[in-house]
């Protein structure tokens, strides 16, 4: 089943707000075998939902709509959405009621008037009650097609999406001849350490024997992210096609591949060294923290992480961790000997057995025709095993950051691996 | 002027990936008075984009596209809109040798193949250098309208709109009759330490006296941002609009206002310590290197911030910040006099005049009923002067930690200024 999805928010437009509502739309209904095949955004102006919901319908005859459905927006959806079914506002005296309940559980005084407004529910639309707030969801259906008015407040608009229009909707598919026979399924496979490009030359041949699964590469700081989809197949089906196109990659990415779904390198890491009783110190100067941010982001990091240095000063680097003044003198802060001793003297202060250590120039000052921008050193440690890389990443300050970040835990997960 | 954006990619679709691209547009052309009025977003596919972008050009005459233009989804957004315009592919030689040039420097081997379509340009279309990525944008233009393509990496992408877009839709306004007769603009004062509802209730009765200017509450882990608009104002009335409106809230706004626009409190906070030549240490237990990742986020943060401990285990506590055992004993790490100690010690062993400590339970495990989870503890030192206080925060762990961090740098601040 397809369906499309308009957001509707002028902040939206402006770009100060991420469309999230849009990407939980396609989250939740994608497992019902439920496609989104258009998201469209338009601004709190009656004439632009009209039309986009119109258009929606037209293609596929079921939008979702989310935004403008607020006292102080004055419900500028429901009266656009409304005029499209030609179904007039009538008093809906037991929202009222619910509307008054709640301000008065909520010690907030009496109910405003503006949220008088919300109680006026089309002719012949199905209410959602809205637990959480103070619009309700409102589901329209006739010849033209099915349109699902959703509040804009993200957690008010899962809460609905989860409670009332996926039971719906899986209800409605039931009721279908075949009843709820498909899905759309995704498994992500993260990389780190190969080019998009260079990736898709490995895997390019494999590509077309993935047997109906739909492969999407999604480049990031972190590294390439490979999408394997499969679309509105029956259910056991989907599950093997996806462990098949799994199967068959897998293999060729090698120790790129590092882990599935929304794991995080950091977390892949730390289950490592858990496993080998292993505890990591980490010693940064150009990322200033961001690799032990991103450690301590997993929970319970604690069982083998046991902190570091953030040695953003030279004086920091002799004192803290023992780099040798000359070393810094011969070959510069920003060097692989430095970084190596780095590495050493952050073991050596936390008595770990295994470390990572950065330097680098993130810019955007600081380049040199010699060592530019983007030029970075890491370093691993594993009892006596010490790795250590120099590496050049494209980008502004906060990519190479991240990027460095990666690289370096990358390099120790590889080590231990 | 009005345009559309088309964002193209079934990742955004199936609600994996976030819509950035779509944002950071509307942002950066809103001071050039130019206004997204659409935005679309649909899947890899040629008739999908096709008619999406046919249909933003005959609404607006203009479509901003991004997406779809890497190797690996063999540039169908380029295929698509060169079918619109009917301009056959020709290789440019040019372009072949940047991109040759390009895997050369970053030391990756040959070229894939795969690259190649990527110098493949529509005749008669203006290519937009790409220096951080192998796809280029490409504007079309033509009596159908204009249609600028970008690549959908949002760092490619923000780097072509600055530098090749946003001058020439400037160009191009001030060449028309009248030249640029009206903007957009926003302005966006920045709060912290105050909710969404105690900052409405204190200035709601100033709201109705902002003449044309509206008001947006966006609130966030930072604190809460104040989003002013002038609508489509000429440029000379829209600065005086805000202003006014700005004059109006500042005052009412307190300490709790620390800057305007995207400027983040630790960007605020560093400068403050460089106008008065004093220097920062940083002493992180839960946030994990969190607080140095912010200040070392900032451009010459080197200027003030040297650096700090991720005291990740009581061992480092005692050992790098001399915290005495026995007040780890008797109070726990998570508390206040912990706290005090942390930022006396990491104050001593960096020899600065200013430091910060936070030490807490981000969750979700390690809570108790007395201390449960987002529990912290912050100090701040300036010399002599130590404040310091225990929070509580709701939500998550990353929420708990990201709260953390800007609640310490909040009390320097503050104690600062």
Not at 288 to 299: D, F, Q, R, S, Y
Not at 325 to 348: F, I, N, T, Y
Not at 368 to 395: H, N
Request: glycine share 12%.
């Amino acid at each position: 089943m397809d369906l499309e999805v308009v957001t509707v928010g002028t902040e939206l437009l402006l770009g100060f707000t991420l469309d999230t509502n849009a990407a939980d739309i396609a989250r939740a209904l994608a497992p019902l075998g439920v496609r989104v095949v258009r998201r469209t955004t338009v601004a709190d102006d009656t004439a632009a939902i009209r039309s986009a919901v119109s258009e929606s319908l037209d293609r596929t005859g079921f939008a979702i709509v989310t935004g403008g459905l607020g006292p102080t927006r004055d419900d500028i959806t429901k009266r656009a959405v409304a005029e499209l079914y030609a179904a007039p506002l009538e008093l809906d005296e037991a929202y009222l009621q619910t509307l008054r309940n709640r301000f008065a559980k909520l010690g907030r005084g009496p109910m405003p008037e503006t949220n008088r407004s919300q109680a006026e529910v089309p002719r012949g639309v199905a209410v959602l009650p809205n637990p959480r707030g103070t619009a309700p969801g409102l589901w329209f259906e006739d010849t033209t097609g099915v349109a699902v008015l959703l509040p804009g407040v993200p957690q008010e608009m899962r809460a609905l999406l989860k409670h009332e229009v996926v039971p719906r909707i899986q209800q409605g598919r039931e009721a279908l001849p075949g009843g709820q026979s498909t899905v759309v399924r995704s498994r992500t496979l993260r990389t780190t350490g190969m080019s998009e490009s260079a990736l898709g030359e490995q895997i390019a041949d494999l590509c077309d024997n993935l047997g109906q699964i739909s492969l999407a590469y999604v480049p990031g700081v972190s590294g390439v992210d490979l999408r394997l989809t499969a679309w509105q197949l029956p259910d056991k089906q989907a599950d093997d096609r996806l462990a098949q196109a799994v199967g068959t990659l897998r293999p060729v990415l090698g120790r790129n591949f590092y882990g599935e779904g929304d794991v995080e390198l950091a977390a892949v890491l730390l289950q490592q060294l858990r496993l080998s009783e292993l505890r990591l110190a980490t010693a940064e100067s150009c990322t200033g923290g961001l690799i032990g941010a991103k450690l301590t982001e997993v929970p319970g990091s604690g069982d083998a992480y046991v902190g570091g240095v953030v040695c953003y000063s030279n004086e920091s680097k002799t004192r803290d961790l023992t780099v040798p003044e000359a070393l810094l003198q011969r070959h510069g802060a920003v060097s692989e000997p430095v970084v190596r001793a780095m590495v050493d003297g952050v073991c050596g202060r936390f008595r770990t057995e295994t470390g990572v250590a950065v330097t680098g120039i993130a810019g955007p000052g600081g380049g040199t025709p010699e060592k530019p921008c983007g030029t970075v050193y890491i370093a691993a440690r594993w009892g006596d095993r010490l790795e250590s890389a120099g590496r050049w990443f494209p980008g502004e300050r906060d990519e190479v950051r991240q990027r460095s970040a990666q690289a370096a835990l990358d390099l120790l997960r590889r080590l231990l691996g």
